[in-house]
């Protein structure tokens, strides 16, 4: 799959980390890019989140530059604000941008000051590396827990011409996004208005990254951004938008799919299907409320078919609903029909559970049409080894 035209990418070490991999990355449009941004919901914003915020708005959504550091979060510290300007003001200069044109983003420890001196000095470096085939370079250096980089790629045929996409995204633990992940990175070289790419964006969103949880906790740094630079020369008219967005949205799914996968200590991707609830809303709470139940997640990785966590944990997620119309399939195999316990084999149902990945479908039978999608993964004692240390 071919990378979108008129981008750049470098990444190297600047010793923010204490392993010595890459640890900053920077994404150049050669063309100022149209954009579209959704951030964390967390009252507790990192400063680079708060300046993106600031820069997007004072550039009327024109980007030139992302600047991404790894190790560091920025956030709840004395010199974010600082240290984050810095940044986006050293990367101006270096590629003759006004500075609200480049985009901060940070991910890593919280409440350690991060010193911008090691991003500033790294900087000359980066620009001077700058490569169009290094995207998976800038994948791996954003990379804090996970075990594999996270990208996805995309095109779309178009009557003018071809059109692409890619993107890129990093997350393992923290993860309960509601409106972004931890931080991810779609870019197109088709031309779009900035104010189409916010609603593609807000669409996309809803049916990824907000159907998305590994632990439940929302980041305070989660930035998602969608860029379009319209490099490729081509501007879809107004009936192929709708299929350049599903495929941006395909993209986002991918990789809020890939995120769940290599969720910190996983070992088992879930997928959970909602149907019947009284409208989409409802059946995303029911989803999510089944995603993030510990005594559920941890059945999966025990590949133990306890249904009766799955239906406590749908009754916990502030959905009225009629327990005794409530069906609960695993891997396919009814195992609760009417609110109540379905004849299936127990030994053989747990041979499918030992699979990589699990199927949770929870339907209400009824006149409701709403429906959602979810992915989460299992909990193991891995998690915990992870953040017991994650620090130290």
Not at 101 to 122: M, R
Not at 269 to 280: R, W, Y
Request: glycine residues 8%; positive net charge; hydrophobic residues 45%.
């Amino acid at each position: 799959m071919d990378l979108p035209l008129g981008y750049r990418y470098a990444a190297a070490y600047a010793g923010i980390r204490q392993a010595e991999k890459d640890d900053l990355g920077l994404i150049v449009s050669g063309l100022p890019a149209a954009a579209a941004a959704v951030f964390t919901q967390n009252r507790v914003q990192a400063a680079p989140v708060k300046l993106c915020r600031r820069h997007l708005a004072a550039s009327r959504g024109a980007v030139g530059a992302i600047v991404v550091n790894a190790g560091n979060a920025n956030c709840a510290t004395r010199t974010g604000n600082a240290a984050a300007l810095a940044c986006c003001r050293s990367a101006a200069r270096l590629l003759r941008l006004p500075v609200a044109q480049v985009l901060p983003a940070s991910t890593g420890v919280i409440g350690v000051e991060l010193d911008s001196k090691l991003i500033v000095n790294a900087l000359p470096r980066l620009v001077a590396g700058l490569r169009e085939d290094a995207f998976g370079s800038v994948a791996r250096a954003i990379m804090t827990t996970d075990l594999v980089p996270k990208e996805a790629f995309a095109e779309v045929k178009l009557r003018r011409g071809t059109v692409r996409i890619a993107g890129m995204t990093k997350g393992s633990g923290m993860i309960q996004p509601r409106m972004a992940t931890t931080l991810g990175f779609i870019l197109t070289d088709a031309q779009i208005p900035a104010a189409m790419l916010r609603r593609m964006l807000r669409r996309a969103v809803e049916s990824s990254y907000n159907r998305l949880s590994v632990d439940g906790d929302t980041s305070t740094n989660d930035t998602l951004l969608l860029l379009a630079n319209g490099a490729s020369g081509v501007r879809p008219d107004a009936k192929e938008m709708a299929a350049v967005e599903e495929r941006i949205t395909a993209v986002a799914e991918d990789l809020a799919r890939s995120i769940a996968r290599d969720g910190e200590g996983a070992r088992k991707l879930i997928t959970i299907l909602i149907s019947g609830a009284s409208t989409d809303d409802a059946a995303a709470r029911l989803a999510r409320s089944i995603a993030n139940s510990p005594l559920v997640k941890t059945a999966v990785a025990g590949s133990d078919p306890n249904w009766g966590r799955i239906l406590s944990a749908a009754g916990n997620a502030g959905v009225a609903f009629d327990p005794r119309k409530a069906d609960i399939d695993m891997q396919g195999v009814p195992v609760c029909r009417g609110g109540l316990a379905a004849r299936f084999s127990e030994a053989e149902l747990k041979r499918k559970l030992d699979a990589a990945e699990c199927e949770i479908r929870f339907t209400l039978r009824g006149k409701g049409k709403g429906q959602a999608r979810f992915w989460t993964c299992d909990f193991t004692e891995g998690y915990i080894r992870i953040n017991a240390s994650y620090r130290t």
